[in-house]
């Protein structure tokens, strides 16, 4: 036993960990256990991991607290991460909702406006969009953007002017 004084099944444990890790912070958490374990100083194993010593300590603290589950004690806890892009959501959404009507989702409209699209998102996902965004998640849907024509009929009050008229 060493100055930790793991036992043999913890440090075969920690020496598998050593064969296969999950990532580079496991390993490196396992070889300071280890090191520490075989009387190796603090401090000397904290340099060769570029590391705090109080990151060893913390280490440490958490194998002797769990010692029937080292693997898992070695792993990072759960993190929430960074929020998701809002592009992400955009591209998520968009194929089935540009296939749907807007009357199917509440909206008097038979098609679909970049303001609509936004508000649907500020409403599903409470995210502040550009008409930017939207318009490159049209495109990346597949979709072309066209504006609508709201005037058909109307002609210009000179046309027969310009028709030579």
Avoid: C
């Amino acid at each position: 036993m060493g100055k930790l004084g793991f036992n043999v099944f913890i440090r075969r444990r920690l020496e598998e960990v050593l064969t296969h890790p999950e990532n580079g912070r496991q390993l490196k958490r396992a070889q300071a256990l280890l090191w520490v374990d075989d009387e190796e100083p603090i401090k000397r194993v904290a340099e060769r991991l570029r590391v705090d010593r109080q990151s060893v300590y913390n280490w440490i603290d958490w194998i002797s607290q769990r010692q029937g589950q080292v693997v898992e004690r070695l792993k990072d806890a759960d993190r929430s991460g960074r929020p998701r892009k809002k592009s992400d959501v955009v591209d998520e959404e968009f194929p089935q909702l540009l296939a749907a009507d807007p009357k199917q989702y509440g909206y008097r409209a038979t098609g679909w406006t970049n303001q609509m699209l936004r508000d649907y998102v500020q409403k599903q996902h409470h995210l502040q969009v550009s008409h930017q965004t939207i318009r490159e998640g049209i495109e990346r849907a597949g979709y072309r953007w066209k504006r609508p024509r709201y005037v058909l009929s109307r002609r210009a009050k000179h046309w027969r002017q310009a028709k030579g008229g």
